[in-house]
């Protein structure tokens, strides 16, 4: 990183000095040449801090997949990761991804051909690697992981009703969904600032059936 910082002042330097000629038809004297200096390395130190503020801020990765539960049922997940800066440059600055200290989700479920909301509202427990009890949270941390560190269940396949469901949340019951073709609007709340993402599912007689579709 000190290499980083001695060029940066260097190239600082060499952009002033042509500016300063461009200007004024000379080079800086003395004095003038201290104040350059001062004002380069100044911006050298600074360059870290405004690099981290652009680039380092949390970044929450949605992936959509399917499993299949034990018993022949299947879920339809989103995994959420916050992968770290991968950049080398960015590294060797010293940017380095920060944790998200409050994420929370909601969404709600409409039909496809109609857009009729049928789910207008779910806060859903998020399941995390911190969380041991395996129950799910409705606020967690997510720190920068290369791997899935938390998942939603956005729809689940129940084999003994043979039925498709939303999960219920703190003030409302599980919804049962028909057969059909539907879309989930997902807002992802990182550190209170929203995050907005839709993706198609279908529904269909049995477990197999329930897949995720292209994104819409």
């Known amino acids: 990183m000190g290499k980083l910082l001695v060029i940066l002042v260097i190239i600082f330097l060499v952009i002033v000095c042509l500016a300063f000629v461009g200007i004024f038809g000379r080079f800086p004297d003395e004095w003038e040449w201290i104040g350059v200096i001062?004002?380069?390395?100044?911006?050298?130190?600074?360059?870290?801090?405004i690099f981290q503020?652009?680039?380092?801020?949390?970044?929450?990765?949605?992936?959509?997949?399917?499993?299949?539960?034990?018993g022949g049922g299947a879920v339809l997940l989103m995994f959420l990761s916050n992968p770290p800066v991968q950049?080398?440059?960015?590294?060797?600055?010293?940017?380095?991804?920060?944790?998200v200290q409050g994420l929370t989700?909601?969404?709600r479920i409409s039909e496809l051909n109609g857009g009729k909301v049928?789910?207008?509202?779910?806060?859903?427990?998020?399941?995390s690697d911190d969380d041991s009890s395996d129950i799910g949270r409705?606020?967690?941390?997510?720190?920068?992981?290369?791997?899935?560190?938390?998942?939603?269940i956005v729809v689940r396949w129940d084999v003994k009703r043979n039925k498709a469901f939303i999960l219920g949340d703190r003030l409302r019951k599980?919804?049962?969904?028909?057969?059909?073709?539907?879309?989930?609007?997902?807002?992802l709340f990182v550190d209170g600032d929203p995050q907005h993402i839709s993706r198609r599912f279908v529904v269909?007689?049995?477990?197999?059936?329930?897949?995720?579709?292209?994104p819409s």
């Open 118 to 127: 049928l789910v207008p509202v779910r806060h859903p427990r998020i399941y």
């Open 204 to 214: 269909g007689k049995k477990a197999d059936d329930l897949i995720w579709a292209n």
């Open 105 to 107: 989700a909601s969404f």
């Open 174 to 187: 599980e919804y049962q969904l028909g057969a059909g073709y539907y879309q989930a609007d997902i807002i």
């Open 38 to 49: 001062l004002a380069g390395w100044a911006l050298a130190m600074a360059t870290p801090s």
């Open 138 to 152: 409705n606020r967690i941390i997510l720190p920068p992981t290369y791997s899935v560190a938390a998942s939603i």
């Open 87 to 99: 950049k080398r440059i960015l590294r060797r600055l010293g940017v380095r991804r920060e944790t």
């Open 53 to 70: 503020m652009f680039w380092g801020r949390p970044l929450v990765k949605v992936e959509f997949e399917r499993e299949t539960t034990e």
